[in-house]
């Protein structure tokens, strides 16, 4: 399991956000809630938000998580201009480009998608 962004809730507590891998797909879980999200919905979504990963970027790597041939990298990088270093999800796939964005900014994506997949 990859905790890959924190929410502040109503009652000013933080709350996790983790991924981990499913059966054929990925998985968010916020709070109680456990929502399916398809590999080409965080695809997209990377491809959408996101910039081609550096390979050279001096990032450190928290963790990472693989399902089927994908794999979700969390690392953290401090830019020249920022007085704190930033989180940031990488997603790969064989033969694919790589993708890196800023996870404040695609986890709220991811998880609209994911509350919209489960509505009946």
């Known amino acids: 399991m990859l905790r890959i962004h924190e929410v502040s809730l109503p009652t000013g507590q933080l709350a996790s956000v983790y991924l981990r891998g499913g059966t054929g797909m990925f998985e968010i879980l916020a709070g109680e809630r456990v929502l399916s999200l398809p590999t080409r919905a965080l695809r997209a979504v990377m491809a959408k938000y996101g910039a081609p990963f550096?390979?050279?970027?001096?990032?450190?790597?928290?963790?990472?998580?693989?399902?089927?041939?994908?794999?979700?990298?969390?690392?953290?990088?401090?830019?020249?201009?920022?007085?704190?270093?930033?989180?940031?999800?990488?997603f790969e796939e064989p033969g694919e480009p790589v993708w890196c964005a800023l996870a404040a900014t695609v986890v709220p994506a991811l998880l609209h998608l994911a509350r919209a997949a489960a509505q009946p």
């Open 54 to 90: 550096d390979p050279d970027a001096r990032i450190t790597a928290i963790a990472e998580l693989e399902c089927d041939s994908a794999r979700v990298r969390h690392v953290r990088h401090l830019a020249g201009y920022d007085v704190i270093a930033r989180d940031y999800l990488v």
